[in-house]
């Protein structure tokens, strides 16, 4: 399956979890063209529960700020297993956040590796391959790792050193020659 990352900012994840910034999720023809049923909101707006059309018979809004300090974490199982019951049920999931890159991201990311049985290095490649410019903040990155942990007992992406501060060892390479600010 070929990336679906420019198609009005709603990328398909799975064939029933999707990833969008809160501009394609305030859009009802995009909701009922993909037969969304469920949308779960991670920003500190409601914006997008005003826009749900008629068959999105599932709003959750997870009102966490995109700040490295922000716990998200607290929110994996229920996000993972709000998920998991929406796609047993035939329904579609729109996971949001104001971009799409970090919040958003980190818990499809998490869906993955509760449901699909991924590692966190699986899961954000696949993750990354549907849409190039996922990138979760560092205190993100810290919760999966962490989640990894507890789901698997070991951890497949770890963080590292670099001069640009602690970053998680999949970024180590693209940033070896970045000069520090």
Not at 3 to 12: A, D, F, R, V
Not at 48 to 56: F, G, K, T
Not at 93 to 104: E, I
């Amino acid at each position: 399956m070929p990336p679906s990352g420019t198609l009005h900012g709603l990328c398909q994840i799975t064939e029933q979890l999707y990833l969008s910034n809160a501009r394609a999720a305030t859009d009802a023809s995009l909701l009922r063209r993909f037969k969304i049923t469920c949308v779960i909101n991670v920003s500190e707006s409601e914006a997008s529960r005003a826009s749900c059309s008629e068959e999105v018979v599932d709003y959750v809004h997870i009102p966490v700020a995109d700040s490295p300090l922000s716990t998200l974490c607290d929110h994996f199982h229920r996000v993972a297993d709000r998920i998991e019951l929406v796609r047993r049920s035939n329904g579609r999931t729109l996971v949001h956040c104001n971009a799409g890159v970090s919040r958003s991201a980190t818990l499809c990311m998490a869906y993955l590796m509760k449901h699909r049985d991924e590692t966190l290095l699986e899961a954000h490649r696949w993750v990354k391959s549907r849409r190039p410019i996922v990138r979760p903040n560092v205190g993100f990155w810290r919760q999966l790792i962490d989640y990894e942990k507890e789901l698997r007992g070991s951890t497949s992406v770890h963080m590292v050193s670099s001069s640009l501060g602690e970053i998680p060892d999949v970024y180590e390479e693209e940033t070896k020659h970045m000069l520090p600010f």
